[in-house]
């Protein structure tokens, strides 16, 4: 595991666009997304990236995390508008190459197998970029998630809701929609090579709760102690309670 800190969210953010720029160059081209205010700041630096030329998106293929159920996509809350907004519709993504969980899905359990087969199908991916929550979840793999899941509808957990509903996207909890389809924390951990990237104190237990160990279903974040290859880029502020 390797831990980069920086002073800030935008200096968190410009390394890892270095890092993706370099991984693409690589050849990790299929590619896991994240939603949430952590990641707004890095998708403003690779959209900085792509107009100076410093980045092609045509070979790319994402697969975003997690989507609200039921949320409609051209809703203005949706992952889905969230990510055409703050990001596809600046680069050069072919539309084709966009995968989506579709929050509308009349029948979520064959939505859900759908995505995992197909992420299956490529070997999984090469990239996966990942927050964290405060209770420590990845995507929308709750606390007690099962390691062994795989793209799923999930419930959501009673603090998920109070932090997604603090004004910074819904106003109040009643606003938020209480399930979610999911990438399962199997599907997540079979990822080649996984950024995280976390700001702000309130992010600091659940870093060192995930980071420190133990490994539990209780910390769902605390599964990457069992990847080889994760880098975590945090601000000051989330390291602190890092020992
Ligand atoms: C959300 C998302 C996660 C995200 C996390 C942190 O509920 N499902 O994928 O990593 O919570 O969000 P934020 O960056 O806004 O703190």
Same mark, same amino acid.
């Given at each position: 595991?390797?831990?980069?800190?920086? @002073?800030? !969210?935008?200096?968190?953010?410009? /390394?890892?666009?270095?890092? *993706?720029?370099? #991984?693409? %160059?690589?050849?990790?081209?299929? =590619?896991?997304?994240? $939603? %949430?205010?952590?990641?707004?700041?890095?998708?403003?630096?690779?959209? /900085?990236?792509? /107009?100076?030329?410093?980045?092609?998106?045509?070979?790319?293929?994402? +697969?975003?995390?997690?989507?609200?159920?039921?949320?409609?996509?051209?809703?203005?809350?949706?992952?889905?508008?969230?990510?055409?907004?703050? *990001?596809?519709? !600046?680069?050069?993504?072919?539309?084709? @190459?966009? @995968?989506?969980?579709?929050?509308?899905?009349?029948?979520?359990?064959?939505?859900?197998?759908?995505?995992?087969?197909?992420?299956?199908?490529? %070997?999984?991916?090469?990239?996966?970029?990942?927050?964290?929550?405060?209770?420590?979840?990845?995507?929308?793999?709750?606390?007690?998630?099962? +390691?062994?899941?795989? $793209?799923?509808?999930?419930? #959501?957990?009673?603090?998920? =809701?109070?932090?997604?509903?603090?004004?910074?996207? +819904?106003?109040?909890?009643?606003?938020?929609?209480?399930?979610?389809?999911? &990438?399962? &924390?199997?599907?997540?951990?079979?990822?080649?090579?996984?950024?995280?990237?976390?700001? %702000?104190?309130?992010?600091?237990?659940?870093?060192?709760?995930? =980071?420190?160990?133990?490994?539990?279903?209780?910390?769902?974040?605390?599964?990457?102690?069992?990847?080889?290859?994760?880098?975590? &880029?945090?601000?000051?502020?989330?390291?602190?309670?890092?020992?």
């Amino acid at each position: 595991m390797k831990i980069i800190i920086s @002073n800030n !969210h935008l200096e968190t953010s410009k /390394k890892a666009c270095d890092l *993706f720029i370099k #991984l693409l %160059g690589k050849g990790y081209y299929n =590619i896991g997304l994240a $939603t %949430g205010s952590t990641q707004i700041r890095l998708y403003h630096e690779l959209v /900085k990236a792509y /107009k100076s030329s410093k980045i092609d998106f045509s070979l790319v293929n994402t +697969f975003n995390l997690d989507e609200y159920y039921k949320i409609n996509p051209d809703y203005s809350l949706s992952y889905r508008y969230f990510m055409d907004n703050h *990001f596809f519709k !600046h680069i050069n993504l072919p539309k084709k @190459n966009i @995968n989506f969980l579709n929050g509308l899905a009349n029948d979520p359990i064959i939505e859900c197998k759908k995505y995992e087969t197909k992420i299956k199908s490529l %070997g999984y991916l090469d990239l996966q970029i990942l927050g964290i929550g405060v209770n420590g979840h990845i995507g929308f793999c709750e606390p007690y998630s099962s +390691f062994d899941s795989e $793209t799923s509808l999930v419930n #959501l957990s009673d603090e998920t =809701i109070k932090q997604n509903s603090d004004g910074r996207f +819904f106003k109040n909890k009643e606003e938020v929609p209480k399930q979610a389809l999911t &990438m399962g &924390m199997k599907t997540i951990i079979n990822a080649k090579k996984i950024l995280v990237l976390a700001n %702000g104190q309130r992010k600091a237990s659940a870093v060192n709760k995930a =980071i420190e160990g133990p490994i539990s279903s209780k910390v769902p974040a605390s599964i990457l102690l069992n990847h080889k290859n994760v880098v975590w &880029m945090l601000d000051k502020e989330a390291s602190s309670e890092l020992k």
